[in-house]
């Protein structure tokens, strides 16, 4: 018994007693009273007032969960009333001194333990009240966090110089460790990357955000894949935690010449169907960033002929369960891009989606899934 109560006292203070309930309590109470209208309130008798703030306290907290969490919460609540009044004992008068003479009150009166019980109750509501009020203010700086994460990628379909590039990410949580991105250059070139970062949440989405706002500023340098790579890694080494790394496909895509010129720093092979039907891996690959100081980054060059499609992807796509277990594979990511071969860039990267969500047949996945499909058009028939 001992060891149990150090284990529930262990750094405790008085003062995080006061602060539950004083500070946590009062912010709490804001939070759910602020859908709460005073005036209406205080125009109800005094003996209606209590209950009727009680009722409007646990609609406004029952609303705030799930539809089955609500429902649970309700059953929970329905069956403390009912135990309560299992053990109702009565009806027993009390005199109550009232001056020189007692008066009699009638009392309720109940089974030993049912006070406790029933501040127990209180007291865990009022804990699961703070709790899921805390829980609801963090979801909401993370709803915040999303639509800065989203407004930071690429949305519109790239099309120009004989190719169309388009991106998609569905993260798995709120927020999420995959990115892309599509940057047009100056000279007509254009820059694909597609990376993971290692983990879920709000630590990837940091470290996402961090290495897309350290590539966009390279790129402005106009530095050769390897030696952007290279640079990512040094910068990524320095800032990251050692527990963390991330894995980029990063590509340069010259029109000019059709020359896809690409550095894999740990990512998966991405796919490329050539246009007579046959699917190739862009397998050459180096070390994850922010793994070793120094990586060896080698950039390889691959032609692109019109009517070739690149597909980019994470492992959020092909290791996406079905109710049996069974991964989407790069088999089924393959016979999506077979199928779909002459469709838009955008239509190709919303059909992998939505076959990998039919996989699965649920809408919430264990990771993050991202594709960019870049399409070189065919080229126009001469008249």
Do not use: C
Request: proline residues 6%; charged residues 20%.
């Amino acid at each position: 018994m001992a060891a149990l109560l150090d284990v529930y006292t262990r750094d405790l203070t008085s003062g995080d007693v006061q602060r539950l309930f004083t500070h946590d309590a009062r912010d709490a109470w804001q939070f759910y009273a602020r859908d709460i209208d005073p005036v209406a309130l205080e125009a109800l008798p005094w003996h209606r007032r209590v209950p009727s703030l009680a009722r409007r306290l646990l609609v406004a907290f029952s609303l705030r969960l799930s539809p089955a969490r609500r429902l649970v919460y309700a059953l929970s609540i329905l069956l403390a009333i009912v135990g309560l009044l299992q053990m109702f004992n009565g009806l027993e008068v009390l005199w109550v001194p009232a001056g020189i003479v007692q008066l009699p009150a009638v009392v309720p009166t109940w089974l030993p333990g049912t006070v406790p019980l029933l501040l127990a109750f209180l007291l865990v509501n009022g804990l699961i009240l703070m709790e899921v009020a805390d829980r609801l203010s963090l979801k909401n700086d993370l709803e915040i966090a999303r639509e800065i994460q989203h407004a930071m990628l690429p949305h519109d379909t790239y099309r120009g110089s004989g190719i169309e590039v388009h991106g998609q990410t569905r993260p798995a949580n709120t927020v999420g460790g995959d990115f892309y991105d599509i940057q047009p250059q100056d000279d007509g070139r254009v820059v694909v990357a597609l990376g993971d970062v290692a983990g879920k949440g709000s630590p990837a989405a940091l470290l996402m955000a961090l290495l897309l706002a350290i590539l966009r500023t390279l790129l402005d340098e106009g530095l050769d894949p390897a030696t952007l790579m290279h640079r990512l890694n040094q910068q990524i080494w320095r800032h990251a935690p050692r527990s963390r790394f991330i894995t980029l496909f990063l590509a340069i895509y010259d029109p000019g010449t059709g020359h896809l010129t690409w550095v894999n720093a740990g990512h998966l092979p991405p796919m490329l169907r050539r246009r007579d039907g046959e699917t190739e891996r862009l397998a050459t690959g180096d070390v994850a960033l922010g793994l070793a100081s120094r990586g060896g980054f080698q950039a390889v060059t691959t032609e692109l002929v019109p009517g070739d499609v690149l597909v980019l992807y994470s492992d959020g796509i092909t290791e996406a369960e079905g109710p049996d277990g069974t991964p989407f594979d790069e088999e089924g990511l393959a016979r999506v891009v077979t199928a779909m071969a002459d469709a838009t860039a955008p239509d190709l990267g919303s059909g992998i989606l939505r076959e990998v969500a039919a996989h699965a047949q649920d809408t919430r996945f264990a990771d993050d899934l991202t594709v960019v499909v870049l399409r070189r058009l065919p080229a126009l028939p001469t008249l």
